[in-house]
């Protein structure tokens, strides 16, 4: 039986559909993640699968259980971290997990091998008040409160939005070590780089699922011939792309722009030669391989 089943499930707040026909499953032990910028739909499937929204149409099921009609037994199962910053800013760090060992009927010292690798980076200031604990800090006891019930099923709201890049990587390091205990997770990101580190991934835009596989498949999925163009100044680079009519879509992708074309023989001497006459200077026209970003930006146009 799957972990997580969603069923053609839509939503509306009045005219705006926040989800449309979405339907997916999660396997037991799996890291799924869902992959999508802001506004497409992640939080409030997230707040539907947690029993604090009611779809419109479709049906879920986590571990079996309704999310409407059984939400009592199913928020036992489940750890929920929102996206933004929900413990009590008031309490110190001890405080806000023995409070939310409480609720669950249970104590940080049952299972406190639970929390023990992400706690331990934050028990020298369990005495601090949460609110002046740094980004990072403050995600990782957010992490610990979702998992000190021992759930079955654990669902995070972009957990790394806001945080550094060194607190980015090693909050995937916990995730990755919370897998191999059998927890499913469920994830949400608009950082593409991320999705890799997950065992399947879905891309969402406004509320619909575009593609759904493990990212190597999406991946090798790509369609099209995929180029790299680099100068000295970027985004008079990207405008002057954009007038060349071989291709079919520009992207800027860092410092560089990505570039697909109508055919698959762009002629890069060419496209070379009319970028000098644009007056750019340090071209540079190359094959790239695609990304996880590159196929998200391909389905979009399609």
């Not at 800013?89 to 023990?116: K, P, S």
């Not at 800090?137 to 550094?164: F, N, R, W, Y």
């Not at 499913?184 to 065992?199: N, Q």
């Amino acid at each position: 039986m799957a972990a997580v089943t969603v069923d053609h499930i839509s939503k509306h707040y009045g005219s705006t559909a926040a989800l449309r026909q979405a339907s997916f499953e999660v396997d037991p032990g799996e890291l799924f993640g869902l992959i999508g910028p802001d506004g497409a739909g992640k939080t409030t499937l997230f707040r539907i699968l947690t029993t604090l929204l009611i779809p419109d149409q479709g049906q879920v099921r986590v571990r079996g259980y309704d999310p409407v009609g059984e939400y009592r037994k199913l928020r036992r199962l489940i750890g929920y971290m929102p996206g933004d910053f929900s413990l009590y800013g008031d309490l110190t760090v001890e405080e806000n997990l023995d409070f939310f060992a409480t609720i669950f009927d249970t104590t940080i010292e049952a299972n406190y091998h639970l929390i023990r690798d992400i706690y331990q980076q934050i028990e020298p200031f369990k005495r601090r008040l949460a609110k002046n604990l740094s980004g990072g800090m403050q995600q990782k006891l957010a992490l610990s409160c979702a998992l000190i019930h021992k759930p079955e099923v654990l669902i995070l709201d972009e957990p790394t939005t806001g945080v550094d890049a060194v607190s980015r990587k090693e909050f995937w390091d916990m995730l990755l070590k919370l897998k191999q205990q059998g927890i499913t997770i469920l994830v949400s990101t608009p950082y593409m780089d991320e999705a890799g580190l997950c065992d399947r991934v879905a891309l969402i835009q406004q509320g619909q699922l575009m593609k759904m596989d493990a990212p190597a498949r999406i991946i090798e999925a790509f369609p099209k011939k995929l180029w790299i163009a680099k100068a000295d100044h970027p985004y008079r680079l990207l405008l002057d792309l954009r007038e060349w009519s071989d291709l079919a879509a520009v992207y800027p992708f860092g410092d560089s722009m990505h570039l697909t074309a109508h055919s698959d023989d762009l002629d890069e001497t060419r496209l070379k030669q009319f970028l000098r006459e644009r007056n750019h200077t340090s071209v540079e026209v190359a094959r790239a391989n695609p990304t996880i970003e590159d196929c998200f930006m391909d389905l979009m146009n399609q």
